[in-house]
């Protein structure tokens, strides 16, 4: 049974950081690209990140580009978000998801049908 569990989420300052992370189970992780997506109260699900299963690609949406950074560790099934300069409409539920691919790029990354597993969600709460 694969499971996906997010960490990190809370409660900071507009300006402040928080890293998320995202441990996988139940899946051969390496050959997965992951992604975060976020969820704010009363709108669609956005994507935020992803990177490919090998590390060596990342891509991001432009709102968090320059703030956000995705980074992963095969050998410990985890990827994170390190988010810097936090600003009130980052708040949100962040949700990491995995995709089953080994390719290195894909123009679907930023749909959410892409994705084959989801976890449960973290708060992250930026006040002003």
């Known amino acids: 049974q694969v499971q996906m569990v997010e960490s990190g989420g809370g409660l900071v300052q507009a300006g402040g950081s928080l890293r998320l992370s995202c441990v996988g189970s139940g899946l051969t992780f390496s050959a997965y690209a992951m992604g975060w997506w976020r969820q704010a109260q009363g709108k669609e699900r956005e994507f935020v990140a992803v990177?490919?299963?090998?590390?060596?690609?990342?891509y991001y949406a432009d709102s968090v580009k320059g703030r956000f950074t995705i980074s992963r560790d095969n050998a410990k099934n985890t990827v994170s978000l390190q988010m810097n300069s936090l600003k009130p409409e980052d708040t949100a539920v962040y949700y990491c998801?995995?995709?089953?691919?080994?390719?290195?790029?894909?123009?679907?990354?930023?749909?959410?049908?892409?994705?084959?597993?989801w976890g449960q969600g973290t708060q992250v709460t930026v006040s002003s």
């Open positions: 990177i490919d299963s090998s590390g060596g690609y990342t």
């Open positions: 998801a995995a995709d089953r691919t080994t390719l290195s790029r894909s123009k679907y990354w930023d749909q959410k049908s892409e994705y084959d597993y």
